[in-house]
């Protein structure tokens, strides 16, 4: 066997061990009782950190950018609100599961308490933050829903933090259906704004938050499906920060608007010369 071929045999076998290895991971644990919080493992513990640590830097790059666009002063309270949630959504996130993963021994137990319910509480937060820039916007000659359900939202938001502070780890369906309906709610008064319909940020954005609540609650069931969670997560929220950022801060001098703006015109003429096209055929 020559050199080529005695490394390539090498090469071949640490790949094998290396597979043989991999099977050997604890990828998850055993699903947790009905009143008990799912205990990751080694794996899922890094990624749980990894998913949402990632997002601290952008969310408070993404923050700022909304408060340098604010042009108003209800755009500007509306922007460190957002913005802030949404550092915080991410920032929280990964300190609980650091403290949790670095102190799983049983140490620090009232700590990672207290962190994990200000993860949950966090959610709920977030949820009205992201429809406070919507809500914030004038109301329309006789419009009810829209300054209600700016005054609602916060509601909602605080009786769920204060049922998941009562029944930390316990009816977690219930605990769920909380966060799906906080999430629709509020959409019915945005919905009802004309310059905002059909905003496909929006819809995607709410779909990839219903797609993830299947891996939410399917610790134990699904290899790393928290951190899966997480993504979800990172991805709805990069949707809507999109429409939020283009649809209530739009800025001319930005250069991803600009070429937007200008592919959009682009391809717009090219459609109206293919028309003129055939109709002159």
């Known amino acids: 066997m020559d050199g080529s071929s005695q490394h390539q045999f090498n090469v071949a076998i640490k790949k094998i061990l290396q597979m043989h290895r991999l099977k050997e991971v604890k990828w998850k644990n055993e699903k947790a009782c009905a009143h008990e919080a799912y205990v990751p493992t080694f794996v899922e513990h890094v990624a749980n950190v990894f998913t949402h640590g990632i997002w601290i830097v952008p969310a408070l790059l993404g923050a700022l950018e909304l408060i340098e ?10 922007a460190i609100i957002y913005g802030t949630s949404l550092l915080l959504l991410f920032t929280v ?4 599961h650091s403290i949790h993963y670095c102190f799983h021994n049983g140490k620090l137990v009232h700590l990672k308490d207290v962190l994990h319910r200000c993860d949950r509480a966090m959610i709920y937060v977030f949820i009205a933050a992201t429809y406070f820039p919507w809500l914030n916007h004038e109301p329309v000659q006789g419009d009810v829903l829209l300054p209600t359900m700016r005054i609602l939202v916060w509601i909602m938001a605080a009786v769920g933090i204060l049922y998941q502070q009562i029944f930390h780890e316990r009816y977690k369906w ?7 309906i906080m999430g629709i709610g509020p959409s ?3 919905v009802g704004i004309d310059d905002y319909n ?11 938050y219903l797609l993830g609540i299947v891996f939410f609650k399917s610790d134990g069931r699904i290899p ?4 899966i969670w997480h993504l979800f997560v990172a991805t ?7 429409a939020i950022l283009q649809h209530l801060y739009p800025d001319s001098d930005s250069p991803i608007l600009a070429s937007s703006e200008r592919l959009y015109n682009i391809l717009a003429a090219s ?9 002159e055929f």
């Open 69 to 78: 666009r604010a042009s108003t002063k209800p755009k500007l309270f509306s």
């Open 271 to 279: 459609d109206h010369h293919i028309v003129e096209s055939h109709t």
């Open 198 to 208: 059909n905003i496909l940020e929006l819809k995607l954005g709410g779909l990839a």
């Open 93 to 96: 996130s990964t300190v609980f």
């Open 188 to 190: 019915i008064a945005i």
């Open 174 to 180: 219930l605990e769920t259906t909380f966060y799906v």
């Open 236 to 242: 709805g929220a990069g949707f809507h920060y999109l």
């Open 224 to 227: 790393c499906a928290h951190a």
